[in-house]
T-cell receptor, first 116, second 113 residues
Framework: GAVVSQHPSRVICKSGTSVKIECRSLDFQATTMFWYRQFPKQSLMLMAT?????????EQGVEKDKFLINHASLTLSTLTVTSAHPEDSSFYICSAYKEGQNEKLFFGSGTQLSVL | GNSVTQMEGPVTLSEEAFLTINCTYTATGYPSLFWYVQYPGEGLQLLLK?????DKGSNKGFEATYRKETTSFHLEKGSVQVSDSAVYFC????????????FGKGTLLTVNP
Protein backbone atom coordinates (compact mmCIF):
# COMPACT_ATOMS: atom_id res chain seq x y z
CA GLY A 1 0.00 0.00 0.00
CA ALA A 2 0.91 3.65 -0.24
CA VAL A 3 3.44 4.87 2.28
CA VAL A 4 4.17 8.28 3.69
CA SER A 5 7.57 8.81 5.27
CA GLN A 6 7.99 11.50 7.90
CA HIS A 7 11.41 12.52 9.15
CA PRO A 8 12.76 12.94 11.75
CA SER A 9 10.72 10.89 14.18
CA ARG A 10 12.10 12.75 17.15
CA VAL A 11 14.02 16.01 17.49
CA ILE A 12 15.30 17.97 20.45
CA CYS A 13 16.42 21.54 19.87
CA LYS A 14 17.36 24.66 21.76
CA SER A 15 14.98 27.57 22.11
CA GLY A 16 15.37 30.04 19.26
CA THR A 17 16.52 27.55 16.66
CA SER A 18 14.55 26.38 13.63
CA VAL A 19 13.54 22.81 12.92
CA LYS A 20 12.52 21.31 9.59
CA ILE A 21 10.25 18.28 9.32
CA GLU A 22 9.89 16.42 6.03
CA CYS A 23 6.91 14.51 4.72
CA ARG A 24 7.32 12.35 1.62
CA SER A 25 4.83 10.29 -0.31
CA LEU A 26 6.91 7.33 -1.42
CA ASP A 27 4.85 5.70 -4.16
CA PHE A 28 2.27 8.25 -5.25
CA GLN A 29 2.04 11.91 -6.12
CA ALA A 30 0.25 14.11 -3.64
CA THR A 31 -0.94 17.55 -4.68
CA THR A 32 -2.39 18.01 -1.22
CA MET A 33 -0.77 17.28 2.11
CA PHE A 34 -1.88 18.18 5.60
CA TRP A 35 -0.01 19.08 8.76
CA TYR A 36 -1.41 18.36 12.22
CA ARG A 37 -0.24 19.03 15.75
CA GLN A 38 -1.17 17.07 18.84
CA PHE A 39 -0.54 18.22 22.37
CA PRO A 40 -0.65 15.63 25.18
CA LYS A 41 -4.18 14.40 25.87
CA GLN A 42 -5.55 16.61 23.09
CA SER A 43 -6.94 16.00 19.63
CA LEU A 44 -4.89 16.11 16.48
CA MET A 45 -5.45 19.67 15.32
CA LEU A 46 -5.16 20.56 11.66
CA MET A 47 -2.58 23.30 11.27
CA ALA A 48 -2.50 23.81 7.53
CA THR A 49 -3.23 22.37 4.12
CA UNK A 50 -0.18 22.19 1.89
CA UNK A 51 -0.83 22.58 -1.84
CA UNK A 52 1.84 21.70 -4.38
CA UNK A 53 3.05 24.76 -6.23
CA UNK A 54 1.04 27.27 -4.24
CA UNK A 55 0.82 28.78 -0.80
CA UNK A 56 -0.37 26.71 2.11
CA UNK A 57 -3.75 27.38 3.67
CA UNK A 58 -3.45 27.87 7.41
CA GLU A 59 -6.14 27.20 9.99
CA GLN A 60 -7.32 29.98 12.22
CA GLY A 61 -4.89 30.73 15.01
CA VAL A 62 -1.86 29.14 13.33
CA GLU A 63 0.97 31.60 12.71
CA LYS A 64 2.05 31.28 9.11
CA ASP A 65 5.33 33.09 9.74
CA LYS A 66 6.22 30.68 12.51
CA PHE A 67 5.21 27.46 10.78
CA LEU A 68 6.58 27.68 7.25
CA ILE A 69 5.25 25.13 4.81
CA ASN A 70 6.85 24.37 1.47
CA HIS A 71 5.30 21.90 -0.98
CA ALA A 72 7.76 22.26 -3.82
CA SER A 73 7.20 18.88 -5.43
CA LEU A 74 4.44 16.33 -5.76
CA THR A 75 6.11 14.02 -3.26
CA LEU A 76 7.53 16.34 -0.62
CA SER A 77 6.15 18.84 1.85
CA THR A 78 8.21 20.41 4.61
CA LEU A 79 7.19 22.12 7.81
CA THR A 80 9.74 24.45 9.38
CA VAL A 81 9.16 25.59 12.94
CA THR A 82 11.04 28.89 13.07
CA SER A 83 12.54 30.30 16.26
CA ALA A 84 11.14 27.41 18.25
CA HIS A 85 10.10 27.92 21.85
CA PRO A 86 9.20 25.39 24.56
CA GLU A 87 5.48 25.95 23.92
CA ASP A 88 6.01 24.61 20.38
CA SER A 89 6.95 21.24 21.84
CA SER A 90 4.37 18.87 20.45
CA PHE A 91 3.76 15.88 18.22
CA TYR A 92 3.53 16.87 14.55
CA ILE A 93 1.93 14.57 11.98
CA CYS A 94 1.65 14.90 8.22
CA SER A 95 -0.71 13.23 5.82
CA ALA A 96 -0.80 12.99 2.04
CA TYR A 97 -3.92 12.75 -0.04
CA LYS A 98 -3.92 10.21 -2.84
CA GLU A 99 -6.43 11.15 -5.51
CA GLY A 100 -8.09 8.83 -7.92
CA GLN A 101 -10.52 5.97 -7.91
CA ASN A 102 -9.44 4.80 -4.51
CA GLU A 103 -8.85 8.20 -2.99
CA LYS A 104 -7.39 7.94 0.46
CA LEU A 105 -5.42 9.77 3.08
CA PHE A 106 -2.08 8.32 4.21
CA PHE A 107 -0.32 9.43 7.37
CA GLY A 108 3.27 9.74 8.43
CA SER A 109 4.33 8.26 11.75
CA GLY A 110 4.81 11.65 13.33
CA THR A 111 7.60 13.81 14.76
CA GLN A 112 7.99 14.47 18.46
CA LEU A 113 9.51 17.93 18.85
CA SER A 114 10.99 18.92 22.19
CA VAL A 115 12.25 22.48 22.57
CA LEU A 116 14.52 23.08 25.55
CA GLY B 1 -18.01 24.33 14.22
CA ASN B 2 -17.04 20.70 13.90
CA SER B 3 -15.92 18.60 16.84
CA VAL B 4 -15.46 14.98 17.85
CA THR B 5 -15.70 13.67 21.38
CA GLN B 6 -14.47 10.19 22.10
CA MET B 7 -14.14 8.09 25.16
CA GLU B 8 -11.22 8.91 27.41
CA GLY B 9 -8.63 6.23 27.72
CA PRO B 10 -6.68 4.30 28.42
CA VAL B 11 -8.76 1.18 27.98
CA THR B 12 -7.32 -2.12 29.14
CA LEU B 13 -8.98 -5.40 28.24
CA SER B 14 -8.21 -9.08 28.32
CA GLU B 15 -7.96 -11.00 25.08
CA GLU B 16 -11.36 -12.03 23.66
CA ALA B 17 -13.20 -9.33 25.60
CA PHE B 18 -15.82 -7.12 23.96
CA LEU B 19 -14.71 -3.64 22.99
CA THR B 20 -16.70 -0.42 22.71
CA ILE B 21 -15.13 2.98 22.18
CA ASN B 22 -17.72 5.73 22.16
CA CYS B 23 -17.61 8.60 19.71
CA THR B 24 -20.04 11.47 19.28
CA TYR B 25 -19.78 14.45 16.98
CA THR B 26 -21.10 17.86 16.10
CA ALA B 27 -20.84 19.08 12.54
CA THR B 28 -21.91 21.89 10.26
CA GLY B 29 -23.27 20.03 7.30
CA TYR B 30 -23.49 16.33 6.61
CA PRO B 31 -20.26 14.65 7.74
CA SER B 32 -18.49 11.51 6.69
CA LEU B 33 -17.25 9.57 9.72
CA PHE B 34 -14.04 7.63 10.18
CA TRP B 35 -12.13 5.51 12.62
CA TYR B 36 -8.36 5.57 12.32
CA VAL B 37 -5.92 3.30 14.15
CA GLN B 38 -2.31 4.01 15.04
CA TYR B 39 -0.15 1.04 15.93
CA PRO B 40 3.05 1.72 17.89
CA GLY B 41 5.68 3.42 15.74
CA GLU B 42 3.43 3.69 12.70
CA GLY B 43 1.28 6.31 11.03
CA LEU B 44 -2.48 6.50 11.37
CA GLN B 45 -4.31 4.06 9.13
CA LEU B 46 -7.93 4.17 8.08
CA LEU B 47 -9.79 1.39 9.89
CA LEU B 48 -13.30 1.99 8.62
CA LYS B 49 -15.64 4.71 7.49
CA UNK B 50 -19.28 5.55 6.83
CA UNK B 51 -20.57 8.32 4.62
CA UNK B 52 -24.29 8.45 5.34
CA UNK B 53 -26.77 7.76 8.09
CA UNK B 54 -27.31 4.11 9.05
CA ASP B 55 -24.26 2.99 7.08
CA LYS B 56 -22.12 0.45 8.90
CA GLY B 57 -18.38 0.49 8.36
CA SER B 58 -16.50 -2.70 9.10
CA ASN B 59 -12.96 -4.01 8.88
CA LYS B 60 -10.80 -6.57 10.73
CA GLY B 61 -13.74 -7.50 12.97
CA PHE B 62 -14.38 -3.90 13.98
CA GLU B 63 -17.72 -2.23 13.26
CA ALA B 64 -19.24 1.22 13.64
CA THR B 65 -22.69 2.44 12.61
CA TYR B 66 -23.43 6.03 11.57
CA ARG B 67 -26.27 7.14 13.86
CA LYS B 68 -27.52 10.53 12.83
CA GLU B 69 -30.24 10.66 15.48
CA THR B 70 -27.70 10.32 18.28
CA THR B 71 -24.79 11.89 16.35
CA SER B 72 -22.66 8.88 17.23
CA PHE B 73 -20.24 6.48 15.58
CA HIS B 74 -19.23 4.03 18.30
CA LEU B 75 -16.51 1.50 17.53
CA GLU B 76 -17.12 -2.12 18.53
CA LYS B 77 -15.37 -5.45 18.29
CA GLY B 78 -16.72 -8.68 19.66
CA SER B 79 -13.43 -10.31 20.63
CA VAL B 80 -10.24 -8.28 20.84
CA GLN B 81 -6.75 -9.63 20.31
CA VAL B 82 -3.39 -8.55 21.68
CA SER B 83 -2.55 -7.29 18.19
CA ASP B 84 -5.43 -4.78 18.44
CA SER B 85 -3.45 -2.79 21.02
CA ALA B 86 -3.17 0.68 19.49
CA VAL B 87 -4.54 4.20 19.64
CA TYR B 88 -7.93 4.66 18.00
CA PHE B 89 -9.07 8.01 16.62
CA CYS B 90 -12.59 8.95 15.64
CA UNK B 91 -12.78 11.64 12.95
CA UNK B 92 -15.12 13.44 10.59
CA UNK B 93 -14.92 15.41 7.40
CA UNK B 94 -17.47 17.75 5.90
CA UNK B 95 -17.97 19.08 2.42
CA UNK B 96 -16.38 16.82 -0.12
CA UNK B 97 -13.55 14.37 -0.45
CA UNK B 98 -10.58 16.53 0.35
CA UNK B 99 -10.23 14.69 3.65
CA UNK B 100 -9.84 17.73 5.80
CA UNK B 101 -10.38 15.87 9.05
CA UNK B 102 -11.48 16.84 12.52
CA PHE B 103 -10.20 14.31 15.05
CA GLY B 104 -11.07 13.21 18.53
CA LYS B 105 -8.36 12.94 21.19
CA GLY B 106 -7.66 9.28 20.59
CA THR B 107 -8.20 6.31 22.87
CA LEU B 108 -5.33 4.05 23.83
CA LEU B 109 -6.36 0.41 23.90
CA THR B 110 -4.18 -2.21 25.56
CA VAL B 111 -5.15 -5.86 25.22
CA ASN B 112 -3.50 -8.28 27.62
CA PRO B 113 -3.06 -11.99 26.89
Amino acid sequence: GAVVSQHPSRVICKSGTSVKIECRSLDFQATTMFWYRQFPKQSLMLMATSNEGSKATYEQGVEKDKFLINHASLTLSTLTVTSAHPEDSSFYICSAYKEGQNEKLFFGSGTQLSVL
Amino acid sequence: GNSVTQMEGPVTLSEEAFLTINCTYTATGYPSLFWYVQYPGEGLQLLLKATKADDKGSNKGFEATYRKETTSFHLEKGSVQVSDSAVYFCALSVGGSNYKLTFGKGTLLTVNP
